[in-house]
């Protein structure tokens, strides 16, 4: 990817969390600081990263902030289950993402596969494998509680992610820039959308059938909201990930297919996501009814849903990860300064 070796300084972004917010509600757990103290104690049991790592991870990550806005109505033991899916999920992106497996598909296969065993082979001891082994410690506390279906969706929805993870460690192997319209399937399932919804359901117990999930307009929303929060996530994440050296981003294939330069790729994208709100709304007036109880809880589902989805936007912004040195107090029209190779 040579030609992208030379950006310029910087670039521009709009109030991303203005644009989500149109449809979307900021609020925040009260119950961040209990449950983050006990999801640290689980995580530092767990051989992921040394002490010096570690700590950077956490720092820099927020995930307790994260969890708190985007799981407001979470109690506390659920919260912390939140937290820990966070640690798990970050930790294992970051794995194939920027770690020792960054562009080795077959060892990122070799993880998936040990990963799939916690569930396929439900009687076996808890792995060795450190995030096999988070997994494992994740959906015994999620069956604990959730029901049968929501456990299901969480399962297919981490073989997706996982099965995702190894096909863009593959494209990073053979630096493969995919189309913007296959970048944007297989982002659906590297951000893990459909864990996030899973994971929604956990939080608040809540008891959907499937028949609401094979919903045509249902599955409209679910991706339009997987956007929502995918489409910031490469536009806030881009900067890092240049330095990184790292071009699998929706900013870098919308500049590759259209052949256009940093700032109007960006403007491209921030254009989309306003487009993508839209939808959404069009969608949300045209959904179905499934009977009382269930149009009662559905609404719980799809609130909650949009509250994580500002929370995640917002997070971009609150986190060091993506924003190191940079003022986000006034985000409209931010002036983001371009890091240097290797910054991270």
């Excluded at 030379?6 to 925040?28: H, K, N």
């Excluded at 820099?60 to 033991?77: C, I, Q, R, T, V």
């Excluded at 299901?152 to 996982?162: G, L, M, T």
Aim: glycine residues 4%.
């Amino acid at each position: 990817m040579q030609r992208y070796e030379s950006l310029p300084p910087q670039f521009y972004l709009q109030d991303l969390v203005a644009i989500t917010g149109r449809v979307c509600e900021l609020r925040v757990n009260p119950h961040q600081a209990v449950a983050d103290r006990a999801a640290r104690s689980w995580f530092n049991q767990i051989s992921v990263y040394n002490d010096r790592k570690k700590s950077k991870f956490l720092d820099y990550g927020k995930f307790d902030l994260f969890a708190a806005l985007s799981f407001p109505d979470a109690d506390s033991m659920h919260l912390e289950t939140c937290i820990m899916f966070f640690f798990w999920a970050f930790s294992t992106d970051d794995l194939s993402d920027e770690g020792d497996l960054q562009s080795k598909p077959d060892a990122v296969q070799a993880g998936h596969d040990i990963s799939v065993s916690v569930y396929t082979n439900p009687d076996n001891s808890r792995p060795q494998y450190p995030y096999a082994a988070m997994l494992y410690d994740l959906l015994t506390r999620f069956r604990g509680t959730s029901t049968i279906g929501a456990y299901q969706r969480f399962i297919r929805a981490f073989e997706a992610f996982s099965s995702s993870q190894v096909t863009q460690s593959r494209n990073r192997s053979q630096d493969r820039m995919p189309s913007v319209d296959e970048f944007i399937l297989m982002r659906r399932a590297t951000i893990g959308g459909a864990l996030v919804e899973a994971m929604i359901e956990y939080s608040l117990d809540l008891d959907l059938p499937d028949i609401v999930f094979e919903s045509p307009i249902i599955k409209a929303m679910s991706d339009a909201t997987t956007d929502l929060m995918t489409w910031p996530n490469d536009l806030c994440s881009f900067n890092k990930e240049q330095s990184d050296g790292d071009y699998q981003n929706l900013v870098f294939c919308i500049m590759h297919e259209r052949d256009v330069g940093l700032q109007e790729a960006i403007n491209i994208l921030t254009e989309m996501l306003n487009q993508r709100v839209n939808d959404y709304i069009k969608f949300k007036s045209q959904l179905p009814s499934f009977g009382t109880d269930v149009d009662a809880e559905l609404g719980r589902y799809l609130y909650a849903l949009e509250n994580f989805v500002q929370g995640t936007v917002m997070w971009y912004y609150l986190s060091p990860r993506y924003f190191r040195g940079v003022d986000v107090t006034i985000r409209e029209n931010l002036v983001v300064p371009l890091f240097e190779k290797g910054a991270f």
